[in-house]
């Protein structure tokens, strides 16, 4: 017979949704990431398209493809901050199949264009459509799996970055060169239907209505507004959550830098076709995936998530001097690059655990959103300012010191807190 005690704190038995079969959940997300990058990068590789720039009537101009980017990040991180609670008043199911159809219907309307002004607004659209995406693949996760396996479970979709990078920049250069850039556009919109048609298959019969695993053994389904305000006056007290904050800022803005104008780079700066570019380009995201990999088991073995995190984005910059140090080899550059997107990686996994380890549980959704939000705000400007920099200098490499500068200032901040954290 069921006790009162069970009803209030269920065993976690009771939050097993058909044993191995739940994992296709986090999976199912995966494929969701996956596919919005797609989104965010499928622009990065037309930066460099005589084509798609005389259509938009941009040739040339390095601020106005830098906006492309900025332009989008910006409103993702609005979204990201402003607009994730609807996960929390309306079925995340329901808001995450409303995204996939928002971002194909975009999507495919890119295709169409032929002026900047409505390339700009469709990727701002596209920004506000995405922003939500981490905040309720973390909602659905945290309702779906116990305690124990939510850090697996949220590893799986996390990886969907530096899969969607890796992937994404080969497939689009590939359409790109042998269909155009329109058929880029259209491309994404149909790599939507056979994600929606996995994501209805798997969601079908999970019930993610009932409360997270957390507020169940807590028997509340919210914290106590008395409670929150006075951990939020903490938490704005907080100096290692505001270091913790600007670290992130140079952690999205090294990520942001890349995506943005790693393929432009490679082109225009080494002379590599736009084939092999594909190729190239996909290198240091494998890498990234991979140092992501590393660093969550060796992070959690050690528990050092502030010493993990500085020494990732300080490898980081260490890789991007090397990168400016090679000329005459492209493969020697790009084994550089790869190192310096690994040593990124390994900072990925570990970034969340810092911040819940330096935040107070009663709060971590505030947190969570000031620190999502200021981060890509910060690193929407990014693209731009290196447009800027590479239309002031006339060269390309002044982007990529200007990234290597601001991933030593990132991981100097952390030094501090590294014996507390």
Not at 99 to 105: G, S, W
Not at 275 to 296: H, N, Q, R
Not at 310 to 335: D, Y
């Amino acid at each position: 017979m069921e006790s009162v005690q069970d009803k209030i704190n269920p065993p976690e038995e009771s939050l097993d949704y058909g044993g191995y079969k739940r994992w296709a959940i986090p999976i199912a997300l995966l494929s969701c990431v996956v596919l919005a990058f797609f989104d965010k990068i499928s622009i990065a590789v037309l930066l460099s398209n005589p084509e798609f720039q005389s259509a938009l009537g941009i040739e040339g101009e390095t601020t106005k493809l830098g906006f492309l980017m900025t332009g989008f990040l910006l409103s993702y991180g609005f979204s990201s901050m402003f607009l994730g609670f609807l996960g929390d008043i309306i079925s995340p199911k329901k808001c995450l199949y409303g995204m996939l159809v928002l971002m194909a219907a975009i999507m495919a309307t890119m295709g169409f264009m032929n002026t900047y002004g409505s390339m700009l607004t469709l990727r701002i659209l596209l920004g506000i459509a995405e922003g939500p995406m981490f905040a309720i693949a973390y909602t659905i996760v945290k309702r779906t799996f116990p305690p124990k396996e939510q850090a697996r479970a949220t590893m799986l979709w996390l990886l969907g970055t530096p899969i969607g990078a890796s992937i994404g920049f080969p497939v689009t250069i590939y359409v790109l060169a042998n269909f155009g850039w329109r058929a880029s556009f259209f491309s994404m919109a149909l790599l939507t239907i056979p994600v929606m048609l996995f994501v209805l298959l798997v969601f079908r019969k999970v019930d993610i209505t009932t409360k997270s695993p957390v507020q169940q053994s807590l028997g509340t389904s919210r914290v106590p507004l008395s409670n929150h305000k006075q951990a939020t006056r903490k938490l704005f007290g907080n100096m290692s959550f505001w270091a913790i904050c600007l670290f992130n800022i140079a952690f999205l803005s090294y990520l942001w830098g890349l995506n943005s104008w790693l393929p432009t780079y490679l082109v225009e700066d080494k002379g590599i076709d736009l084939k092999s570019a594909g190729i190239f380009a996909s290198l240091p995201f494998i890498a990234m995936l991979f140092g992501e990999v590393v660093g969550a088991i060796i992070s959690d073995r050690l528990d050092k998530r502030a010493l993990m995190c500085s020494l990732s984005l300080l490898g980081a910059g260490l890789g991007l001097l090397l990168v400016l140090s090679i000329h005459s080899s492209n493969v020697l550059m790009i084994t550089a690059m790869s190192f310096s997107a690994m040593c990124w990686g390994v900072g990925a996994p570990n970034i969340f655990a810092l911040l819940a380890k330096a935040t107070p549980s009663e709060v971590s959704s505030t947190a969570g959103g000031i620190f999502n939000g200021f981060g890509n705000f910060s690193g929407a400007l990014t693209p731009v300012l290196i447009g800027v920099l590479i239309g002031m200098t006339g060269n390309m490499s002044a982007g990529l010191l200007f990234m290597a500068l601001l991933a030593f200032i990132g991981g100097g901040v952390l030094v501090p807190l590294i014996r507390r954290y």
